[in-house]
T-cell receptor
Framework: GDSVTQMEGPVTLSEEAFLTINCTYT??????LFWYVQYPGEGLQLLLK?????DKGSNKGFEATYRKETTSFHLEKGSVQVSDSAVYFC??????????????FGQGTILTVHP | EAQVTQNPRYLITVTGKKLTVTCSQN?????MSWYRQDPGLGLRQIYY???????DKGDVPEGYKVSRKEKRNFPLILESPSPNQTSLYFC???????????FGEGSWLTVV
């Protein structure tokens, strides 16, 4: 079945450091890919998405590019802030087939940014 | 405002006492689903529905029931809750195709 693998955390950075959180997936066809963010004590917020190969999703300084050849959707930010401290989830929604309708999440990566 | 609304947001209940967590969306979405979030396990899908009267099991359906009698509502039913169902629950909805998925704010459920 479909799966999403995120880099293990937790990730601890200093303010203004460069962030990369790796995400790779296994799925047939061209699924939609998402990054969600969960701030402490809150629900899930859509951070960015990409629905086809080579698309780049971006929001709030974060970016991720849909790479079909490497089945990856790595999250990046050039300069993190303390307010970016949260849990980040990579997710996949299949394009069709027997798993259509099944949103699959990675295990989440905890990011802590220090001043 | 487009939103997915869950109730209750917080609940402490006792083992075996039936409970229902409601989920409602105002976007006329075909697709709705339920997830639970547990430390170290991420989010796992419980049930999903592609449209009215169409529901399917996700990864962890045991101990849960759902119904989709109308498009806007997708309640999650715990017929006989047990402590291992203590978790944070999220409802989500999406138009068909799944290119934008909206989540509710979550429901913290504790079963003692």
């Amino acid at each position: 079945g479909d799966s999403v693998t995120q880099m293990e955390g937790p990730v601890t950075l200093s303010e203004e450091a460069f962030l990369t959180i790796n995400c790779t997936y296994t799925a047939t066809g061209y699924p939609s890919l998402f990054w969600y963010v969960q701030y402490p004590g809150e629900g899930l917020q859509l951070l960015l998405k990409a629905t086809k190969a080579d698309d780049k999703g971006s929001n709030k300084g974060f970016e991720a590019t849909y790479r079909k050849e490497t089945t990856s959707f790595h999250l990046e930010k050039g300069s993190v802030q303390v307010s970016d401290s949260a849990v980040y989830f990579c997710a996949l929604f299949p394009a069709g087939g027997t798993s259509y309708g099944k949103l699959t999440f990675g295990q989440g990566t905890i990011l802590t940014v220090h001043p | 405002e487009a939103q997915v609304t869950q109730n209750p947001r917080y609940l402490i209940t006792v083992t075996g006492k039936k409970l229902t967590v409601t989920c409602s969306q105002n976007m006329n979405h075909e697709y709705m689903s339920w997830y639970r979030q547990d430390p170290g396990l991420g989010l796992r899908q419980i049930y999903y529905s592609m449209n009215v009267e169409v529901t399917d099991k996700g990864d962890v359906p045991e101990g849960y029931k759902v119904s989709r009698k109308e498009k806007r509502n997708f309640p999650l039913i715990l017929e006989s809750p047990s402590p291992n169902q203590t978790s944070l629950y999220f409802c989500a909805s999406s138009p068909s195709g799944g290119n934008t998925i909206y989540f509710g704010e979550g429901s913290w459920l504790t079963v003692v």
